[in-house]
């Protein structure tokens, strides 16, 4: 205890001793380095945040880079699935045609009401079948 008790004299002996212009710069000294420290630290702390929201901005345009193409790929699918369905339409539409013919052609081979009722009408009929 006597130990701190003389060099707490001395420090205070020292420091009494000094003029008082130098104390008051010493005393700046010390409270402005406390200042630039703490900002140092705040400031750090900053960049390492910037550098996490950097990072997960680069990983937002990526993701978006993905929409974009698979966005793409679905507008090509959907102009395939688009000339897929004009064939079908384009196929129904001789389809709708060929039945057409074949019903107006068979109608025209069918034997008519009055020609099924004689006998020779029958005749010729069942022979066509």
Not at 28 to 33: G, K, N, Q, W
Not at 46 to 65: A, C, M
Request: charged residues 25%.
């Amino acid at each position: 205890m006597q130990t701190l008790d003389q060099l707490w004299n001395h420090i205070v002996t020292f420091f009494s001793e000094l003029p008082r212009s130098i104390l008051f710069l010493a005393t700046c000294a010390v409270f402005l380095s406390i200042i630039i420290g703490s900002q140092i630290t705040h400031s750090a702390k900053e960049l390492k945040h910037l550098g996490e929201i950097v990072k997960q901005e680069r990983l937002i345009l990526k993701l978006e880079e993905g929409f974009v193409w698979q966005n793409n790929m679905i507008v090509e699918q959907h102009q395939v699935i688009q000339k897929q369905v004009t064939g079908l339409k384009y196929y129904e539409g001789i389809i709708g045609d060929l039945i057409k013919r074949l019903n107006e052609k068979l109608e025209n081979e069918r034997p008519k009401r009055s020609e099924a009722t004689n006998h020779e009408g029958r005749t010729k009929h069942k022979n066509m079948g």
